[in-house]
């Protein structure tokens, strides 16, 4: 056997397998002599039918099936031994495969088609800067969030006479006859300077107004129509009041109280604010470390400058994928694949220089925070801690075990994240809210 490896670009290759008959031809023969043994032949004993027949009748798909077999692990075990790191999978050339005579060659040459990196290197100099966000919660963020929470636990009623904030069920109906809708209308999506006209009213009356100018957001789904149909939404209108509909908001009590977080976990209206913006806090805090750390991985990423095999990627993700996708598809989506392969190469880069382990207690621990997190809002608390042995089996075993190896990999990257902080030059900032948002959609 000769293997040969051809570097025509940086990152993309082909490996040339040449066999010749003392590579194959035993196990061939020893697999032959083995059928001749069990087979069941028409006019013959089992096991008696003669090695040169089972040779005529299986000689060419034994041939196939072990220079498959001695080709893919040739190929393994050659790869293995480069320095190189191989991306996705070697892609036989299939020209050439379409070319062999199986029945009468005895050479055999074929050729795949590699991509890899070289050389990646990841330097800690002191020169990567990052910065690490912290949310400041505001006074009125805060007051939202309650003021919500009290109108989800709020009572509903229905008042004789309208306010600013009701709903209000009827009927609508164009100046024409051509349309006409029974809905409930949100008086918070009614612009200001036509309020007015909304309030006060009490079942049985009427309002007249042109909902495209009158309905400040959501047209469509406020009215309860498609999007081709809201053009019919122009010109005079009248509304018909059948039943206005009220919440009143959730008084600050024991029972209120015990409804958000559990039976005595805040026990006083100073104690719910800073409950919730607690809260607030965690959440955001969260959402905003996946940002800095995704700013950190974009830094690595352009300062390691990895080239990858564009074209080869291309490809086989074209050909691993068997239909599923388009050439389209590839071209579209394969920026962000790019980015993650590259965080991949780096990751493990960084781990395997380093030393960083994702051990099997790690998973364990990350999976349970993230049930933990599914069922943080369930009021489930001691129920969920019982069980949680029984969760966490059962996450990480689903999916084929592709759910543990995910998390494996979440873990590593957690660590190496951790690692490069504490080499990087972080800047700790706390922002606003809006600042976060701000940043978010830059």
Do not use: C
């Not at 498959?68 to 996705?88: A, C, P, R, V």
């Not at 009490?202 to 009158?214: H, I, L, M, Q, R």
């Not at 400040?216 to 122009?234: M, N, P």
């Not at 994702?358 to 049930?371: F, L, N, R, S």
Request: net charge negative; charged share 35%.
């Amino acid at each position: 056997m000769e293997i040969t490896l051809d570097k025509h670009a940086a990152n993309q290759a082909s490996v040339k397998i040449k066999l010749n008959e003392a590579d194959y031809q035993p196990k061939v023969d020893a697999k032959l002599k083995d059928y001749a043994r069990k087979a069941t032949i028409k006019g013959f004993r089992p096991g008696k039918a003669p090695v040169s027949m089972v040779k005529r009748m299986y000689g060419t798909s034994v041939l196939v099936d072990e220079i498959n077999e001695l080709l893919s692990s040739s190929l393994n075990n050659y790869l293995k031994e480069q320095t190189f790191k191989i991306l996705g999978d070697p892609l036989p050339i299939i020209e050439d495969a379409d070319k062999i005579d199986w029945n009468t060659q005895k050479e055999f040459e074929f050729q795949y088609k590699i991509g890899f990196v070289d050389d990646v290197e990841v330097k800690f100099d002191g020169t990567l800067e990052a910065t690490s966000y912290s949310v400041e919660m505001d006074g009125k963020e805060v007051d939202d969030a309650i003021l919500n929470l009290r109108s989800q636990y709020g009572k509903m009623t229905n008042p004789e006479i309208s306010e600013k904030d009701d709903f209000l069920y009827g009927d609508l109906k164009s100046a024409d006859g051509s349309f006409e809708k029974t809905f409930s209308l949100p008086l918070s999506k009614v612009e200001e300077k036509s309020l007015n006209k909304f309030v006060g009213l009490k079942k049985g009356d009427a309002v007249e107004f042109d909902p495209s100018k009158t309905i400040k957001e959501d047209l469509a789904s406020t009215v309860g129509v498609s999007d081709e149909e809201v053009e019919k939404l122009t010109g005079d209108f009248t509304f018909t009041v059948q039943n206005i509909n009220r919440t009143e908001l959730a008084e600050f009590n024991q029972e209120f109280f015990d409804k958000l977080f559990g039976e005595g976990q805040v026990d006083s209206e100073e104690g719910l604010i800073e409950k919730v913006k607690e809260i607030m806090a965690e959440n955001y805090n969260k959402e905003i470390m996946v940002y800095s750390d995704e700013k950190i991985k974009e830094k690595l990423i352009d300062q390691a400058n990895i080239d990858l095999p564009e074209v080869f990627l291309k490809e086989w993700l074209l050909k691993a994928n068997d239909g599923k996708v388009t050439e389209d598809q590839v071209e579209d989506e394969y920026p962000i694949y790019a980015k993650q392969l590259t965080w991949t190469i780096i990751s493990n880069t960084i781990a395997k220089d380093n030393n960083i382990q994702a051990e099997h207690e790690d998973v364990i621990e990350k999976t349970k925070e993230m049930i933990r997190g599914q069922f943080a809002s369930s009021g489930l608390g001691a129920q969920l801690e019982a069980s949680m042995d029984m969760f966490v089996d059962n996450y990480l075993k689903g999916n084929d075990g592709q759910n543990y190896m995910q998390m494996l990999t979440s873990v590593q990257n957690d660590k190496v994240l951790a690692f490069v902080k504490e080499k990087a030059n972080v800047k700790e900032e706390k922002i606003s809210i809006d600042k976060f948002k701000e940043l978010l959609e830059n």
